[in-house]
């Protein structure tokens, strides 16, 4: 019965598209990242001098609105180069490689911003879903899920100690009117945050976790914890 009950709301949409992401990817990728950050380093010194933007940075539209090239996104996002990539047998592939792009971001006063970035790639599952009549995702229930998925892969991810410090989910809405630099100010706002958890390491008091622009208390879902897919371990990884 919870399950049918499940299948109705289509609750286990985004709660399984989490777990499958985490699984299948950023638990394959996250714990090498600041490896290739430090490799990258050595042959780059002024790019990424704060370590605390060495991580993977994670686009969550909720509007599940996925661009295949950021730089036609926002013409302040600049690719830049690849990462070292991460060469693993994978489900029968031989040398299945995962790779991260680096790119410059411009911020209000012409300075660049370096960091590993990309979208969350379950969103464009959900945005094709909401397209396809056989799902019959309405716009409004496109939103939820995406809120149920950003809110769920994050109680994941704190949960997980191989990923832990890799990563960066930036949750955001995109304003009802284009911005033409929207998304380039929310990724350096966060970038910002970093730096400045950095100095205040550096400097010997206690690093302040900031908010992000959006955090799970501020994703409305409407749906009680009851009645939330659960996971089928809790013991951890």
Known sequence: ??????????????????????????????????????????????????????????????????????????????????????????AGTKKRVYKHSLYAIRDEENQLWHCAVEYATPLQSLYAMSQDECAAFSREERLEQAKLFY???????????????????IAYEEPEEAETHFLSREIVWHLRQEHQEEITVLEGSHPHTPSTALDSAELNLQISVSELPQPLRTDGF
């Open 151 to 169: 809110r769920t892969l994050e109680e994941i991810l704190k949960g997980s100690k191989e990923c832990a410090d890799a990563y960066r989910l």
């Open 1 to 90: 019965e919870v399950s049918e009950m499940s299948e109705r709301s289509k609750q286990n949409v985004a709660h399984g598209l989490a777990w499958s992401y985490y699984v299948g990817y950023l638990k394959i990728v996250l714990p090498r990242v600041k490896k290739s950050m430090e490799e990258f380093c050595r042959a780059n010194p002024n790019l990424l001098a704060c370590r605390k933007t060495w991580k993977l940075h994670i686009l969550v539209p909720l509007s599940c609105d996925v661009y295949d090239d950021l730089e036609k996104a926002d013409s302040n996002i600049q690719y830049v180069t690849d990462l070292i990539e991460t060469t693993l047998a994978r």
